[in-house]
């Protein structure tokens, strides 16, 4: 190993322990604060009510929990499964072990590895957990004499009005919690990935991936491919920037009214040989789409069965509103998603008065990916 090669690794070491640069908002950074303000004061003033001054109704532990249930609701650490089952067993273990191992330094070392050990195997990784288990142990002698009643409470009865806050508050705020991933299912309902999930790997290579990583990371699987995805996204911006919605639109632009009959609608698609029409009111605003695949479904029926193509009506009796549109200064990268994961097949564009412009299909966006 040459000289050179062992000052680099060792500056490479030292820069581990600088701070990561976060990237939260300000915004975030305030609800995080403000929101296991709320839920701790909360949490403390419900408990001492509903357990009196005279037991422990309070553990600290819980400041623990606010950091993840407030400020990193996303985290797979900070599910409700994980704050519930997490101090629960870790409580148990922490009050099994104060009890049957003497010396209080074995006690609480044993108690805080056990706990680790517990909520790896029941999925309910939660790192306030292990101060649970310590504090059952080394609480004192006020929590030690409650035995393993300190698991209903405070332990459970903290963790389920914790819990109960950040529900009500992160939703109150639009924050996803319990934090799903996206629903990323087929629109055509078959078992077919996502045309955006058909790239260089797949979730199947993402998992591999992370088990021979070896590590625990606080992010989701399901997480961590959107946010492949959307840097993926980036790229394409990035790459196709330049295109925009206007460079590759049709301008001369078949439409209908809403009032048209559905006779007239089916005559214009047949003699044009186009399969959707935007619908636009008189003054040109872009009002729905209509496409032959309205024809043919069952409009206010209860079941699903096929029929032949309804012909008698208006067409907005059936066409498909609101339509989704771009404006024509978008770049053609707002297109991916629309035309492969959202099965649309046709793209309406409008000015910025919401008048109809032009239209964009599938069919003109592989011609200019492929002279790319």
């Not at 001054?53 to 532990?61: C, D, E, K, Q, T």
């Not at 590590?215 to 990035?238: G, H, N, W, Y």
């Not at 003054?283 to 309205?294: C, E, F, P, T, Y």
């Amino acid at each position: 190993m040459t000289a050179s090669v062992v000052p680099a690794r060792r500056h490479a070491w030292l820069r581990g322990f600088l701070p990561a640069q976060l990237l939260a908002g300000r915004r975030e950074r305030l609800y995080g604060c403000l929101g296991a303000g709320i839920g701790l004061l909360l949490t403390e003033l419900v408990s001492r009510a509903a357990l009196g001054s005279a037991i422990p109704w309070f553990i600290a532990p819980m400041g623990a929990s606010a950091v993840l249930l407030f400020a990193v609701p996303s985290s797979p650490l900070a599910q409700p499964w994980s704050i519930l089952a997490g101090n629960l067993v870790s409580a148990i273990i922490g009050v099994a072990c104060a009890r049957y191992i003497a010396d209080p330094g074995l006690a609480a070392s044993v108690a805080g590895a056990l706990a680790i050990a517990a909520m790896f195997q029941l999925r309910c990784l939660h790192p306030p957990g292990g101060a649970v288990a310590i504090t059952a142990v080394l609480g004192g002698p006020a929590i030690q004499a409650l035995g393993f009643q300190f698991v209903l409470w405070p332990v459970l009865a903290n963790s389920l009005l914790l819990l109960g806050v950040a529900l009500l508050f992160n939703n109150a705020l639009q924050r996803r919690y319990p934090h799903l991933p996206t629903d990323s299912a087929n629109p055509h309902h078959t078992r077919d990935p996502l045309p955006s999930e058909r790239r260089a790997f797949n979730q199947q290579d993402l998992h591999q991936a992370l088990a021979s990583f070896g590590e625990v990371l606080d992010v989701s699987e399901d997480d961590l491919a959107a946010i492949f995805t959307a840097a993926e996204q980036q790229a394409q911006k990035r790459r196709f920037g330049a295109i925009r919605c206007g460079d590759i639109m049709s301008r001369d632009v078949v439409s209908i009214q809403p009032e048209a009959s559905l006779q007239q609608a089916w005559n214009k698609l047949a003699h044009h040989k186009v399969k959707a029409l935007p619908v636009i009111d008189a003054a040109g605003r872009l009002q729905g789409l209509v496409s032959l695949h309205d024809f043919f479904l069952p409009h206010h029926q209860v079941t699903g069965v096929p029929h032949a193509a309804r012909l008698d009506g208006q067409v907005a009796d059936i066409m498909s509103q609101p339509a989704r549109s771009l404006q024509a200064t978008q770049p053609i990268s707002e297109l991916a998603l629309a035309f492969s994961d959202g099965g649309m097949h046709h793209m309406p564009v409008i000015d910025a008065d919401g008048q109809l412009c032009g239209m964009i299909t599938q069919s003109d966006l592989i011609a200019v990916l492929f002279k790319q």
